[in-house]
């Protein structure tokens, strides 16, 4: 996010400083909150999170076109006729090695004396950013259908789609000049997501964080109160005010130079000291003129802002009150109501803002789901899930914790849940107990690929083969639109299940009694919090094909169609041998409840 040319336009007033690089790192702080005393040479740094990730997605994927130099186009006969298959452009790097590429980035900055004082993530975004949210949805949306019509279905998988993430990362790769672009299929999902757990299980854990709304002004802040330099993507910190000492760099702005040696230089910008050179009080009225009309001179852009200080047009207000600067750094702490707790770090951004909307008065929550790569042309991989995730939005709803019920959850409501609780606890149970076998213990993948078969057979649609599910579970193939959705299926459903899992922690959390209700939800957290692999890498990146793991793929599969078999074989009439639709009997009707939010109130009454 941003305002389009403002970082262009202000260019000629950053300051280049040279960072010689060392062979040791700087210390990393115990906390976010208390910055150690720097020594001499050092400066203290806080990081954009999200930026971060999509960075070190961009240095993988440079990576990955150095390695695979034949990116070109190979020409192709599909059953749609003559046309490109653009099969190199849908190569990706996997999460993990994004991920290593975004530690070898912080390990290198910390080798130039910098301290990374903060990486912060966002916990939520405020209601003004919904038009961006839909802007970056919809173009999410139709780069996924233009790659829809570039690329012809093959079953083909010759071609690995990832970047293996044993590659190392020189200082030439995280810092120098790189050509790269995102792949035909846009960036992976949930980027943001993945760092930040990755963070979280790393050295890093003490000085990472989510802020309760958006991390722009806790980063403000946090540079105005303690002169930091302020690491990001977004032209927004530089209308922020962050005081006398607080400096602003763009990852792209860092780059590495030999100055009797190697060593990165980076441009640092002073909207403060920027303003008083150019004669306006602050660069909010300045941005906002960019913003109206980006075309405009320099000059003429500052005579706007001189006129607008005295005399404000339509919408300046508006606008001013997006970039505050009255955020006190102690709302953040731990003590505070709406601060993420370390409890709350290990949420993902779709839980945390969830969470954060529940502290809120508020007649609605909405849920943003990013766009996974998914075949357009099919039903949307994210109604995947969708019963779970209804449980999920459910417990909240009950959790003593929130400021007030909504009457809306944007994506869908909740029905009575007694059934689907119990047949959770049910088919998690008797899964974990059937995989789980010598010593293997049961992994999120196990129970996402259980889970896909038996959502695809209720639900009266086709369940991949044998083949089909194997690669599935490797994530592991070509360019395939038929699994790559079914992929994105299974993606859909692991993420439901995690956000259940982590709404289930809050939830109970937060219950002081002890009834029949809440030892049901006890228990499916209990088995959920056992499972293993529950990181994005080791659910969704790709793995080899061993003999151990098809041995234990096939396994899974079958338990699965057996599992489902012998449900079905409950359902027969004996007089007949007719099958008949299988009956609730847990004496709740299967109607909309008055109450949205019922799972509690219904579950056992």
Not at 60 to 76: D, G
Not at 281 to 306: I, T
Not at 341 to 349: D, L, N, T, V
């Amino acid at each position: 996010m941003g305002i389009p040319g403002l970082q262009n336009l202000l260019q000629p007033y950053t300051t280049q400083h040279i960072f010689p690089l060392t062979t040791t790192p700087t210390t990393i702080p115990a906390s976010f909150t208390n910055p150690p005393v720097l020594n001499p040479g050092e400066h203290l740094i806080i990081i954009d999170g999200p930026a971060l990730a999509h960075h070190a997605y961009a240095i993988a994927r440079a990576k990955l076109r150095s390695l695979q130099p034949s990116t070109q186009i190979v020409s192709r006969q599909t059953a749609r006729g003559a046309g490109p298959t653009l099969r190199h452009a849908t190569i990706q790097p996997s999460y993990a090695a994004i991920n290593a590429a975004a530690f070898a980035w912080l390990a290198a900055l910390r080798r130039a004396g910098c301290v990374v004082g903060a990486i912060v993530f966002d916990g939520g975004l405020p209601d003004w950013k919904v038009d961006v949210r839909r802007e970056r949805l919809t173009k999410s949306i139709q780069t996924l259908a233009s790659a829809r019509k570039a690329l012809a279905d093959t079953d083909d998988d010759d071609e690995p789609r990832f970047l293996d993430d044993n590659i190392a990362f020189s200082d030439s790769d995280l810092f120098g000049a790189r050509s790269w672009s995102a792949a035909l299929l846009g960036k992976p999902p949930r980027l943001a997501d993945s760092l930040r757990e990755c963070l979280n299980s790393s050295d890093y854990a003490s000085i990472t964080c989510i802020v309760p709304n958006e991390a722009d002004p806790f980063c403000a802040a946090y540079a105005r109160a303690f002169g930091a330099v302020v690491v990001t993507s977004d032209s927004d910190l530089c209308v922020y005010d962050i005081g006398d000492k607080g400096r602003v760099v763009n990852f792209h702005q860092i780059s590495l130079v030999d100055v009797e040696g190697p060593a990165l230089a980076m441009n640092f910008f002073s909207p403060r000291e920027t303003a008083q050179q150019l004669g306006v009080r602050s660069l909010v009225e300045l941005a906002f003129s960019v913003r109206s009309d980006q075309h405009r001179s320099l000059a003429q852009h500052v005579q706007h802002a001189k006129v607008w200080e005295v005399s404000p047009p339509k919408g300046l207000a508006i606008f001013r009150a997006e970039y505050p600067t009255d955020v006190d750094l102690a709302s953040f702490d731990e003590g505070c109501a709406l601060a993420v707790s370390k409890a709350k770090q290990a949420f993902s951004s779709l839980v945390s803002e969830l969470v954060v909307q529940s502290c809120t008065a508020g007649s609605t929550w909405e849920v943003w789901f990013p766009v996974l790569h998914e075949d357009t042309t099919r039903t949307a991989a994210w109604l995947t899930g969708t019963e779970i995730r209804r449980a999920a939005y459910s417990l909240l709803g009950q959790c003593p914790s929130i400021v007030s019920k909504p009457d809306v959850v944007v994506e869908h409501y909740c029905k009575a849940a007694r059934a689907w609780l119990q047949q959770a606890i049910a088919f998690v149970s008797s899964s974990l107990d059937l995989v789980t076998n010598g010593e293997h213990r049961a992994t999120w993948r196990d129970l996402g690929l259980m889970s896909l078969i038996q959502s695809q057979k209720e639900s009266g649609k086709t369940v991949p083969s044998r083949d089909g599910l194997l690669k599935i579970s490797c994530a592991n193939f070509g360019m395939s639109w038929t699994l790559l959705h079914w992929c994105a299926q299974l993606q859909a459903l692991l993420t439901s299940w995690r956000m259940l899992e982590q709404m289930l922690g809050y939830v109970l959390a937060h219950h002081g009694k002890d009834d029949e209700a809440v030892n049901g939800l006890r228990t499916l957290h209990e088995l959920l919090s056992d499972i293993d692999g529950g990181t994005m890498p080791l659910m969704f990146d790709p793995i080899s094909y061993t003999k151990v793991h098809m041995d234990w793929v096939n396994r899974v599969i079958d338990i699965a169609f057996q599992h489902k078999n012998k449900n079905r074989k409950k359902t027969r009439q004996r007089n007949t041998g007719k099958v008949r639709k299988q009956q609730d009997n847990t004496g709740l009707k299967n109607t909309k409840s008055s109450n949205q939010y019922c799972l509690l109130d219904q579950a056992y009454e």
